[in-house]
């Protein structure tokens, strides 16, 4: 229980406490204090009504002892009443561009032009969406030992450049604002495929990044990539009760009851994206609009078989033209299978298989296999989907994939 509740409540804690203590290394710190006075306390006296406003108040007691430790307490005091009288003056007067939300205030932090654009995707999935080093390095593609030192060096460097606990309006909003739609997009991702573990997914972090995406949109109503990653988050987040049997096992796609699709995040999601057209730049649609048009595709079919193939296949090809990474072609490649056939998605796959960034992504031999099966080339088929379970460290993914590569009749 502890535990658990620790991993839903984590980022808000190590908020509350950024507040206080202007320092997100502390910090996270003083939230693992609090996550040991739990596992002391609760056994003996039970487990709270409010677990995560226990571990809360517990952080802030220990971020509030610390700062009395550091200053004088008089000194703190004016510094508090100073905060106050600002906090009233807000009150009084309020600022329509302002949010008051820790949370989003992490973000932003965390994604601070002073950070490299790696370590602030690094560390804002370790302090808003608890991941653990593998997970982000398998998120991010890159090496754990890499992903390790990238969070250490940012919290360092937060804490030795002052960067304040804030939303930035202006300039510097707009010029963090594309790190922290990527943070965003990626803590919906761990939860929507969890990399590792029991559990398929985390709802958790899906519906902390869907509730980041809504207070941005209200945050900057102007900007059309704010509310295309919006309708992303809510049409992807729209299958989710779908998207597992009642045991926790995957559901491919094709497979899913679509009456059990949410359809009231379905046409949240829908309305996002019209938003989000109404107010494309001269440009075109950028990668989040474009790929929360092809969810719109997938949620508008009543039936699998009635996907509009030939159009997700089209914006795939203006998706990769716009950012190119090997992750989109191997999903083009996909969308091409099933508008042109399996042979034409499996050349676009092999023209990626070597790329450096897929050589561990588990998703590689499992979409090859998919197609080398549907080419009646078996043999082949179930030794991609054996190898992807070997890549794969989440369990109900492994089990899935080991049940593929065994065949009818197998385990």
Not at 25 to 42: K, M
Not at 130 to 136: D, F, K, M, N, R
């Amino acid at each position: 229980m502890v535990e658990t509740v620790f991993r839903m409540e984590a980022a808000r804690i190590i908020a509350a406490v950024t507040r206080i203590v202007r320092d997100v290394g502390i910090a996270e710190e003083l939230a693992q204090d609090a996550l040991v006075a739990a596992l002391e306390s609760w056994p003996r006296s039970g487990v709270p009504d409010r677990p995560g406003a226990w571990l809360t108040v517990a952080a802030r007691r220990r971020a509030v002892d610390l700062v009395r430790r550091r200053e004088t307490y008089a000194r703190k005091l004016e510094e508090v009443g100073r905060g106050a009288a600002s906090a009233h003056e807000r009150e009084a007067d309020p600022d329509p561009d302002d949010i008051d939300d820790d949370l989003l205030r992490l973000v932003f932090m965390s994604c601070h032009p002073v950070l490299s654009a790696e370590a602030r995707v690094a560390l804002t999935l370790r302090l808003l969406g608890g991941l653990t080093t593998a997970e982000i390095a398998r998120a991010v593609l890159a090496p754990e030992a890499t992903v390790a030192q990238r969070v250490v060096r940012a919290k360092r460097t937060l804490a030795t450049s002052g960067v304040a606990f804030e939303v930035p309006g202006g300039p510097d909003r707009e010029a963090r604002l594309g790190s922290v739609l990527e943070v965003i997009y990626l803590i919906f991702n761990e939860g929507y495929a969890a990399t590792a573990g029991a559990d398929h997914l985390r709802p958790g972090l899906c519906e902390d990044a869907l509730r980041l995406a809504r207070v941005l949109q209200a945050l900057m109503p102007k900007e059309p990539e704010v509310h295309g990653l919006a309708a992303l988050l809510e049409l992807q987040a729209s299958r989710t009760a779908a998207r597992t049997t009642p045991d926790g096992a995957p559901v491919l796609l094709k497979d899913q009851h679509r009456g059990r699709w949410n359809r009231l995040l379905i046409r949240r999601g829908f309305t996002a994206l019209a938003r989000a057209e109404t107010a494309l730049p001269v440009g075109g649609p950028g990668p989040y609009v474009l790929q929360a048009a092809i969810a719109a595709c997938h949620a508008r079919a009543h039936r699998y078989q009635d996907t509009d193939w030939p159009r997700i296949a089209t914006l795939y090809g203006l998706l990769a033209a716009r950012t190119p990474s090997p992750v989109i072609e191997l999903n083009r490649a996909v969308a091409v299978s099933m508008a042109e056939g399996p042979a034409a998605g499996l050349a676009l796959v092999d023209a990626v298989a070597d790329a450096p960034a897929l050589r561990a992504y588990h998703l590689l031999p499992s979409v090859r296999g998919d197609l080398l099966e549907r080419l009646g080339r078996t043999a082949e088929a179930r030794a991609e989907f054996a190898r992807a379970a070997d890549l794969t460290r989440n369990e109900r993914e492994r089990a899935y994939l080991r049940a593929r590569a065994s065949g009818p009749g197998g385990p």
